[in-house]
């Protein structure tokens, strides 16, 4: 009987340990931007001051027959790796004398989107060395990864809130990885994404 008892309890005590693996629900709620590098199972890395919500929507870059669009939505409590965390997704359309070359829009998986992070830039923080000094001291920018999958090859946008006659805008700076190193006697078919890199400003639509 007590060989049975010692395993109902083992088995009871798996249970339980394996359902606090498996939580579908946060034991503990941080705020995502004092969050440290040490994150304790089940927590929730929340949004909490809602510096994600003016990013979403629709905004367009457009420059004669050269157009990027952008269209980001904020994600809530996403599960990932025993935590949870609130973050930015987006897709992209590029075209260049009015014709498609790279589009995500059709893609709104949340890992295979063409954008997402969830990294909060205050005004004295220089992330990718693009630091904002004059940055309104409770105004946030996002930096977020950007991916060209036709080519295998990523960078980082920087976004910023700004206005432009009246309108509601985002500037952005595209800066691509590109390839690191290779073996000169067999070089990648790519050395840069398709999307081009530099600053840009997107109006919201």
């Known amino acids: 009987m007590k060989q049975i008892n010692i395993l109902i309890i083992t088995l009871l005590l798996a249970a339980i340990s394996n359902a606090q693996i498996n939580s579908t629900e946060p034991t503990s709620i941080v705020d995502i931007?004092?969050?440290g590098d040490i994150i304790e199972p089940d927590t929730y890395l929340?949004?909490?001051n809602n510096f994600y919500n003016p990013f979403e929507g629709t905004w367009l870059y457009s420059n004669g027959i050269t157009?990027?669009?952008?269209v980001l939505t904020k994600n809530i409590m996403q599960p990932w790796q025993g935590y949870f965390f609130d973050d930015l997704i987006g897709q992209y359309e590029y075209k260049e004398n009015n014709i498609v070359i790279r589009s995500t829009l059709n893609n709104p998986d949340n890992y295979n989107c063409g954008m997402y992070g969830s990294h909060l830039?205050?005004?004295n923080q220089s992330g990718g060395g693009i630091?904002?000094?004059n940055c309104p001291t409770n105004e946030r920018r996002v930096t977020l990864t950007i991916w060209d999958y036709d080519r295998d090859l990523g960078g980082h946008i920087y976004l910023k809130r700004?206005?432009?006659?009246?309108?509601?805008?985002?500037e952005g700076f595209i800066l691509g990885s590109g390839v690191g190193s290779y073996d000169v006697t067999n070089p990648p078919q790519y050395f840069y994404m398709a999307i081009p890199t530099g600053t840009f400003v997107f109006i919201k639509q």
């Open 46 to 48: 929340k949004d909490i």
């Open 162 to 170: 700004i206005t432009v006659n009246g309108l509601p805008a985002l």
């Open 33 to 35: 931007e004092t969050a």
């Open 121 to 123: 830039l205050k005004n």
């Open 131 to 133: 630091a904002c000094p």
């Open 67 to 70: 157009s990027l669009k952008i």
